[in-house]
């Protein structure tokens, strides 16, 4: 492991471990090092991918059809880094003064919210304001997406260079260390993070985080990579090793088998603890992501044997959390829920298509929805909601159709550069964390319908690590090993 890729992980360790970054001391280093990692991430990427200048021209020639992919990939790449700059450029236009006369033409209920909140537009002194109704918070938003956006794209690039496998089990081992340490506060519970630090707020903690919904959502996106790197190594095991009673036997003696069985304990230990929070969103997902593996596993062209043992192995994950936790344990949560009501979201729900409503064009602005909502909650008003509990339904609200169609062409522009990386797939265990890292992002995109996890930055740059896997070309090993085969020839 390089040292990007080290401090890659450190920085997602970081993010974690300090209350998900959710203060300004915690993710303002964070985004720091986000950026150092994508300058670093980019500079390695470069050298690793070049070839020597001496390097035969056919070797260039295969080296350019297998690894730097077609016109159709760079495009797609060229599709995603535009859609990023678009949705950013969106954001500064919310943050950018107007005049006031414009402000009024694109969203009247601006200028009538300002005229409570804001003296000087109040009083008629003012002459120009941002559409955001407080461009700081707006500003603070644009600078984390930017800053993990370039962690994305950086990472992508070291990805495709050194590849994905050994930063995926690095997250693994984060993963169970996150993992017990929620489990041992759950134990030794004093309603206090790490036996001292007392969450503003309302909410129940787990782990170091300050809610637990939002330990669930890193979980959701760790679990699935690991499931998928797990389901690689078994592949690939099976795939190696000769069919016979004693190889299979004398394998598990291996290197390889000791990595496997070590990812395979990973993620029965992180789902147990997701399945501890009784987090509903957070284990309903968790069952999508289950089954989402078996049934990719199922429809894989696997051999029979190979099949049957990743099979075997999910089948076992989901009977040991369930099994631990309890089958009434888990039945009793989901029955003590208010569905009537949503268990308490549909009216958070109502008010965020209210503000949605009001500000339909531009929004309030990114990262403002709890200054909206001190003045048109409505619901449950004797707490405030300063998220949404449904992270697409604030988009809308903070954004309008200013930041909601860019956000919808970067989702298309990701999802066709993804499924170009799964039609040219050369590796098994490259395909299988790809596999697993786009199971991850299903998983949490599940979850932020009724829940707001990707808001904790230390989340959002986990949410950033798997797109960078999902989107990363696959290591062209054999045309380097090639390579210096004729090198050595000559």
């Not at 992980?9 to 993710?27: E, L, N, Q, R, S």
């Not at 060229?78 to 107007?98: D, E, F, R």
């Not at 790197?229 to 095991?237: E, K, P, Q, S, V």
Request: aromatic content about 10%.
């Amino acid at each position: 492991m390089n040292i990007a890729q080290f401090l890659a992980v450190a920085t997602i360790a970081w993010g974690a471990f300090a209350f998900g970054a959710v203060y300004p001391w915690a993710y303002w280093p964070l985004a720091a090092a986000a950026v150092v990692v994508a300058i670093l991430a980019r500079l390695q990427g470069s050298n690793d991918a070049r070839l020597p200048a001496y390097a035969p021209a056919a070797l260039r020639r295969v080296r350019h059809s297998l690894g730097e992919g077609g016109k159709g990939s760079r495009y797609s790449e060229k599709a995603l880094v535009v859609s990023i700059g678009a949705l950013a450029a969106a954001v500064i236009i919310q943050i950018v003064p107007m005049p006031l006369a414009i402000v009024r033409a694109l969203s009247p209920e601006t200028i009538r919210l300002l005229g409570r909140t804001d003296l000087l537009v109040a009083s008629g002194m003012a002459s120009s304001h941002s559409i955001s109704i407080n461009w700081m918070l707006t500003a603070t938003g644009l600078a984390l997406f930017v800053c993990f956006a370039a962690f994305m794209i950086g990472a992508s690039r070291l990805f495709s260079a050194v590849g994905a496998d050994r930063f995926a089990e690095a997250l693994a081992c984060i993963g169970v260390a996150l993992a017990l340490t929620g489990l041992a506060q759950k134990a030794l519970d004093n309603g206090k993070i790490y036996g001292f630090w007392t969450p503003y707020g309302e909410g129940t903690s787990f782990g170091p985080f300050v809610n637990r919904n939002h330990f669930a959502g890193w979980m959701l996106m760790c679990i699935p990579l690991t499931l998928g790197a797990t389901c690689g190594h078994i592949a690939r095991a099976m795939h190696r090793v000769k069919p016979h009673w004693r190889d299979r036997i004398l394998w598990f003696a291996s290197p390889d088998a000791s990595r496997m069985i070590l990812l395979g304990g990973a993620a029965v230990v992180m789902a147990l603890s997701l399945a501890f929070t009784m987090s509903r969103g957070g284990m309903s997902a968790l069952a999508v992501a289950i089954a989402v593996t078996a049934a990719i596993v199922f429809r894989s062209s696997q051999h029979r044997g190979r099949k049957a043992a990743t099979i075997a192995f999910v089948a076992v994950l989901a009977v040991t959390v369930v099994g631990w936790v309890g089958v009434d344990v888990i039945a009793a949560r989901f029955s003590d829920a208010d569905w009537q009501e949503l268990n308490s979201r549909r009216g958070a729900w109502l008010d965020a298509l209210s503000v949605a409503r009001r500000f339909p064009m531009t929004g309030t602005g990114l990262n403002t929805y709890g200054s909206a909502s001190d003045f048109y909650q409505q619901h449950d008003v004797e707490f405030h909601y300063a998220q949404a509990h449904n992270d697409y339904l604030q988009l809308a609200a903070e954004g309008g159709a200013l930041l909601v169609v860019p956000a919808a062409v970067l989702v298309c522009a990701f999802v066709e550069a993804v499924r170009r990386r799964f039609a040219d797939e050369t590796r098994v265990m490259t395909y299988w964390i790809r596999v697993g890292a786009v199971t991850g992002l299903v998983s949490i995109a599940l979850q932020e319908t009724v829940d707001f996890s990707l808001q904790m930055p230390g989340n959002a740059l986990l949410f950033a690590a798997l797109c960078a896997i999902a989107l990363h070309r696959t290591p062209n090993r054999s045309v380097r090993n090639q390579g210096q085969s004729l090198f050595n020839n000559t």
